[in-house]
């Protein structure tokens, strides 16, 4: 009884951390972790963490196991709630853009 009190809350911390999306073939689930709080880019438009691809376009996140795809939308609750860009030329920012998409 002891042991299912230690093991059920882990359990739900794991799972918050991951979203739980349909595999590519159609069959079952993939988990992809969720994004930290701030991201910071640089040229590209990419970030990778455990596994997964992100990409960043026009506001939104998607994700996958490789670079080239196929990609799949992030859900919006595992946005991060920052984005910055570092080393582009431009010196474009994300976090007007991010702040306002959510509100």
């Known amino acids: 009884m002891v042991k299912a009190l230690l093991v059920a809350p ?4 794991a799972l918050n ?5 349909p595999s590519d073939d159609g069959y079952g689930f993939v988990m992809a ?3 930290p709080a701030i991201v910071e880019l640089g040229a590209a ?7 997964y691809y992100y990409f960043y ?3 939104r996140w998607r994700y996958s196991h490789s670079r080239s795809g196929p990609w799949s ?11 910055r860009f570092n080393g ?9 853009h991010d702040r306002r998409d959510r509100q």
């Open 10 to 13: 882990l359990i739900a911390l």
């Open 17 to 21: 951390a991951c979203v739980l999306a």
């Open 33 to 35: 972790p969720a994004l």
């Open 45 to 51: 438009p990419y970030y990778y963490q455990r596994g």
């Open 57 to 59: 376009d026009n506001n």
């Open 73 to 83: 939308d992030l859900p919006r609750n595992r946005y991060p709630r920052e984005t």
């Open 88 to 96: 582009r030329p431009d010196g474009r920012r994300g976090d007007d």
